[in-house]
């Protein structure tokens, strides 16, 4: 019996581990091979949430919850003086700001509209208002956005170790 349950387990480990592949028409069999840029910490593509599930959530976190994580989701602003920062779309109607962690990465200036995958920590803070100022100023918002920024705002964040940025 244990050599069975040893064996069936092989076998699934094995299947999890094949090449994904796309079935085209006249049933020929295409692999399909997805290629990142990678910055920060070296991370692997599986295990990501997407970004919806990862909206859920950060829903139910108060300010000062974290947890770790690995999420997919799309890029919808980058800091332009660096590429120090980047916010993502969460898809429902909220935003992820993202950091790297230490300071110790940074990404493509002009990355929005593309799928990255971030690893590491997402918690809840409150942003006093000179750092959301700060912020706005460093996407190239307008004087007029900058000085309607008037009240502390709660806000989905992330400290990234690691990014995968689809090619």
């Given at each position: 019996m244990n050599k069975f349950l040893l064996a069936s387990l092989c076998f699934i480990m094995m299947l999890s581990c094949k090449d994904k592949v796309k079935q085209g028409a006249g049933n020929e069999t295409k692999?399909?091979?997805?290629?990142?840029?990678?910055?920060?910490?070296?991370?692997?593509a599986?295990?990501?949430?997407?970004?919806?599930?990862?909206?859920?959530?950060?829903?139910v976190m108060q300010v000062g919850d974290s947890i770790n994580s690995k999420m997919l989701a799309k890029v919808?602003?980058?800091?332009?003086?660096?590429?120090?920062?980047?916010?993502?779309?969460?898809?429902?109607?909220?935003?992820?700001?993202?950091?790297?962690?230490?300071?110790?990465?940074f990404v493509p200036k002009d990355i929005e509209g593309q799928e990255v995958i971030i690893n590491g920590r997402a918690f809840v803070k409150e942003v006093p208002v000179e750092e959301q100022r700060h912020y706005a100023?460093?996407?190239g918002k307008s004087k007029t956005d900058i000085a309607s920024i008037t009240e502390p705002k709660r806000t989905f964040s992330f400290e990234a170790d690691g990014v995968l940025l689809k090619k």
């Amino acid at each position: 019996m244990n050599k069975f349950l040893l064996a069936s387990l092989c076998f699934i480990m094995m299947l999890s581990c094949k090449d994904k592949v796309k079935q085209g028409a006249g049933n020929e069999t295409k692999k399909v091979s997805v290629q990142y840029a990678s910055f920060g910490k070296k991370i692997i593509a599986n295990d990501a949430i997407k970004a919806s599930s990862m909206a859920a959530h950060y829903k139910v976190m108060q300010v000062g919850d974290s947890i770790n994580s690995k999420m997919l989701a799309k890029v919808i602003g980058v800091c332009k003086a660096k590429g120090c920062w980047m916010t993502l779309d969460l898809e429902d109607g909220n935003e992820v700001m993202v950091k790297s962690k230490d300071y110790s990465f940074f990404v493509p200036k002009d990355i929005e509209g593309q799928e990255v995958i971030i690893n590491g920590r997402a918690f809840v803070k409150e942003v006093p208002v000179e750092e959301q100022r700060h912020y706005a100023e460093d996407a190239g918002k307008s004087k007029t956005d900058i000085a309607s920024i008037t009240e502390p705002k709660r806000t989905f964040s992330f400290e990234a170790d690691g990014v995968l940025l689809k090619k």
